[in-house]
């Protein structure tokens, strides 16, 4: 009974090609975000979700395409990989979004590995 | 930029012992901070919060003091065991969303 699950737990994939991670939250939250760890374990924000529309986009390269079908799901698809897209990516989950503050709920990550 | 961030990268502490795990912070508008463990291969796992309006608050275990004069953050670990070994970020929100701002991180280590 994960509350946030993501799937790959590994992706190893050469530079060019386009792949998708995908994260699933069974807690009811209406908030969705992904982060990106770098190998220093720096944990950045890259998006939010709030029930489906997107709330924050941070300075991510537009091959990035964050993807949600309702507010259960947000995917993260990539296209046209670079080496410097290798690192953790974590799914999160909070139960609000503005003025009520509450700790996010992590996936176990997704370690993408661009050769 | 960064809002947070750490005093040391690294903690090694003797198995019992008190540990204490600095962070300062930069923006005063900073209303509510976290204190996460990263354990090896999983996601970060919340600890415990403190809100703005709060100087300290105490879990199992743990504690968490704020001092906004000087806008630091410290996590305190009574009795260190050997489970309590990860990485501890403190976050903040700066900009009133829930979009938690991360520090760099410390890595304990606990020794038997």
């Known amino acids: 009974d994960t509350a946030v699950s993501q799937t790959p737990k590994y992706l190893v994939t050469q530079m060019g090609n386009d792949k998708s991670i995908k994260c699933e939250q069974n807690l009811g939250h209406d908030t969705m975000y992904w982060y990106k760890q770098d190998s220093k374990k720096f944990l950045k924000i890259m998006f939010s979700y709030n029930n489906k529309e997107l709330i924050i986009n941070e300075t991510v390269p537009n091959r990035f395409s964050p993807k949600s079908p309702d507010k259960a799901h947000l995917n993260l698809h990539i296209n046209s990989l670079e080496l410097g897209d290798s690192a953790v990516y974590f799914c999160?989950?909070?139960?609000?979004?503005?003025?009520?503050?509450?700790?996010?709920?992590f996936g176990n990550g997704t370690r993408l590995t661009v050769t | 930029g960064e809002s947070v961030g750490l005093h040391l990268p690294t903690l090694s502490v003797q198995e019992g012992d008190n540990s204490i795990i600095n962070c300062a912070y930069s923006?005063?508008?900073?209303?509510?901070f976290i204190w996460y463990k990263q354990e090896s291969g999983k996601g970060p796992q919340f600890i415990i919060d403190i809100r703005s309006n709060m100087d300290k608050r105490q879990g199992q275990r743990v504690t968490v003091l704020l001092n906004k004069t000087v806008k630091h953050l410290s996590l305190q670990i009574a009795a260190t065991q050997p489970g309590d070994s990860a990485v501890y970020f403190c976050a903040d929100n700066p900009d009133y969303n829930n979009d938690m701002r991360f520090g760099a991180g410390t890595r304990l280590t606990v020794k038997p």
């Open positions: 999160a989950s909070s139960p609000w979004q503005t003025t009520h503050n509450s700790p996010l709920h």
């Open positions: 923006n005063s508008a900073s209303d509510y």
